[in-house]
């Protein structure tokens, strides 16, 4: 299902908000969007471009469910079976993202949003970029762009990962792609943190099967069915970059970053931007989601029975975890908590519950707080710790932090009953109120 399939299917369900109003590529649709935070929405008319523009789409494990016809407690084992069993897409020539190749490269003519009053510039936040690392394997991940000329972007590289890698064994220029609109499985694919042999590429076709084509001026392999295809250099130049609203909706500071020189657009017929909210809800689940498999597999080898993990967007989708465990001994809670920790090390606050806790309601992960965990036993403290550089509370020169695990867990044995929560009659109400 491609990008414009998943915005035909929440039209068909009725979810799918449509603006013809004329709106401004800055500042206007992205308030919109913020507004509608929770609702998909496609704008029909945008003042600056003739393409379209969609956003508020994967704003939940749900949405992202929906996609692959499965239920939202399914998500992380499909996940985990996808980074476990990556397979080949299949190849073709004939691919809607190259229907359409722009006569000059003219990035103005795209509506590349204006998030925030503050923001360096017009920024591209949905970009799947596409390099090869020097062990000749494919990268897929996620830089924002910042647009600094007709044909350049500056863009946000954190050091020591893959695509810094294979910028520094790639020599003066790398060749790289940026895809934008591209179908949930490639965004959840693009969004995993896995072995370096490993292409993302091909766990985007394991969670659903995926057509791939060569771009037109290098040999990199780019989604058949995405929107628009950016294709170009990284240069060893620096620029600018910044500053831009990051996922916990403060504004990260100014960097110099390599520059992405595009050489080639080409899109669909009619192509339909993807504009993905900074900070928002749908920023939130592609970066918070594709962690869950990993800690939900720490956990589980660590001796303890993980039933589910929401890494959920009241932490901003990165700092906070909720795992749910089947709990058979008084340390599973413990053990869990130092799992969950080494399977995010991002994550500042993990809270442990038990299987009749819904992880997704922050109401009931709140009642199992009050109502089961007593601070002087059951929090684990650890000071000192490496944290997140989006945290703006941690040390702002060592990014270490304190980290806190809290077991909201039941005791096990005869003490047990004293815990468990009543059961209230179940009735069909409708025949009460006909």
Same mark, same amino acid.
């Given at each position: 299902?491609?990008?414009?399939?998943?915005?035909?299917?929440?039209?068909?369900?009725?979810?799918?908000?449509?603006?013809?109003?004329?709106?401004?590529?800055?500042?206007?649709?992205?308030?919109?969007?913020?507004? /509608?935070?929770?609702? +998909?929405? =496609? &704008?029909?008319?945008? !003042?600056?471009?003739?393409?379209? @523009?969609?956003?508020?789409?994967? *704003?939940?494990?749900?949405?992202?469910?929906?996609?692959?016809?499965?239920?939202?407690?399914?998500?992380?084992?499909?996940?985990?079976?996808?980074?476990?069993?990556?397979?080949?897409?299949?190849?073709?020539?004939?691919?809607?993202?190259?229907?359409?190749?722009?006569?000059?490269?003219? /990035?103005?003519?795209? +509506?590349? =949003? &204006?998030?925030?009053? !503050?923001?360096?510039?017009?920024? @591209?936040?949905?970009?799947?970029? *596409?390099?090869?690392?020097?062990?000749?394997?494919?990268?897929?991940?996620?830089?924002?762009?910042?647009?600094?000329?007709?044909?350049?972007?500056?863009?946000?590289?954190?050091?020591?990962?893959?695509?810094?890698?294979?910028m520094k064994e790639s020599g003066?220029?790398?060749?790289?792609?940026?895809?934008?609109?591209?179908?949930?499985?490639?965004?959840?694919?693009?969004?995993?943190?896995?072995?370096?042999?490993?292409?993302?590429?091909?766990?985007?076709?394991?969670?659903?099967?995926?057509?791939?084509?060569?771009?037109?001026?290098?040999?990199?392999?780019?989604?058949?069915?995405?929107?628009?295809?950016?294709?170009?250099?990284?240069?060893?130049e620096r620029a600018d970059e910044?500053?831009?609203?990051?996922?916990?909706?403060?504004?990260?500071?100014?960097?110099?970053?390599?520059?992405?020189?595009?050489?080639?657009?080409?899109?669909?017929?009619?192509?339909?931007?993807?504009?993905?909210?900074?900070?928002?809800?749908?920023?939130?689940?592609?970066?918070?989601?594709?962690?869950?498999?990993?800690?939900?597999?720490?956990?589980?080898?660590?001796?303890?029975?993980?039933?589910?993990?929401?890494?959920?967007?009241?932490?901003?989708?990165?700092?906070?975890?909720?795992?749910?465990?089947?709990?058979?001994?008084?340390?599973?809670?413990?053990?869990?908590?130092?799992?969950?920790?080494?399977?995010?090390?991002?994550?500042?606050?993990?809270?442990?519950?038990?299987?009749?806790?819904?992880?997704?309601?922050?109401?009931?992960?709140?009642?199992?707080?009050?109502?089961?965990?007593?601070?002087?036993?059951?929090?684990?403290?650890?000071?000192?710790?490496?944290?997140?550089?989006?945290?703006?509370?941690?040390?702002?020169?060592?990014?270490?932090?304190?980290?806190?695990?809290?077991?909201?867990?039941?005791?096990?044995?005869?003490?047990?009953?004293?815990?468990?929560?009543?059961?209230?009659?179940?009735?069909?109400?409708?025949?009460?109120?006909?």
């Amino acid at each position: 299902m491609s990008f414009r399939d998943f915005l035909d299917k929440a039209e068909s369900q009725g979810k799918l908000v449509k603006i013809s109003k004329a709106a401004s590529k800055k500042l206007e649709i992205p308030a919109v969007l913020a507004e /509608l935070n929770d609702k +998909p929405v =496609l &704008f029909e008319n945008v !003042k600056e471009s003739e393409f379209r @523009v969609a956003g508020n789409l994967c *704003v939940s494990k749900d949405a992202f469910a929906n996609y692959f016809g499965i239920k939202s407690n399914e998500l992380v084992p499909k996940m985990i079976n996808a980074i476990a069993n990556p397979s080949k897409p299949e190849v073709t020539d004939n691919a809607p993202c190259q229907e359409v190749e722009m006569e000059d490269v003219d /990035l103005s003519k795209l +509506p590349i =949003l &204006f998030h925030c009053s !503050k923001d360096g510039g017009n920024y @591209v936040s949905s970009g799947v970029f *596409v390099v090869r690392k020097g062990n000749g394997v494919q990268n897929l991940d996620y830089h924002r762009s910042m647009e600094i000329g007709k044909n350049r972007f500056s863009i946000r590289v954190v050091p020591n990962r893959d695509f810094d890698n294979a910028m520094k064994e790639s020599g003066d220029e790398m060749d790289a792609v940026m895809c934008v609109g591209c179908s949930p499985n490639v965004l959840l694919g693009a969004a995993t943190s896995v072995a370096s042999d490993v292409d993302e590429m091909h766990i985007a076709n394991t969670l659903e099967p995926l057509k791939i084509v060569k771009a037109k001026t290098s040999d990199l392999m780019v989604p058949a069915d995405c929107e628009f295809v950016l294709e170009g250099k990284i240069l060893k130049e620096r620029a600018d970059e910044g500053p831009f609203v990051d996922l916990t909706e403060t504004y990260d500071v100014v960097r110099q970053e390599p520059v992405f020189e595009v050489r080639k657009i080409t899109h669909r017929k009619d192509a339909i931007w993807h504009g993905l909210l900074p900070g928002k809800l749908e920023h939130r689940i592609l970066m918070g989601m594709p962690r869950e498999p990993t800690i939900f597999k720490k956990i589980n080898e660590a001796g303890v029975k993980c039933l589910d993990v929401n890494v959920n967007p009241g932490g901003c989708s990165w700092l906070h975890g909720i795992v749910q465990i089947d709990k058979k001994s008084e340390d599973d809670g413990r053990k869990a908590i130092d799992a969950a920790f080494d399977g995010h090390k991002s994550m500042k606050h993990v809270f442990i519950v038990d299987s009749d806790i819904n992880i997704n309601n922050p109401l009931e992960v709140e009642w199992a707080m009050s109502t089961r965990f007593q601070a002087d036993r059951d929090m684990v403290v650890k000071e000192n710790e490496k944290g997140s550089s989006l945290d703006p509370s941690s040390d702002p020169n060592t990014r270490k932090t304190t980290k806190v695990g809290f077991d909201f867990t039941m005791p096990v044995g005869e003490e047990k009953k004293h815990f468990v929560k009543a059961e209230f009659p179940k009735v069909d109400v409708k025949k009460f109120l006909e």
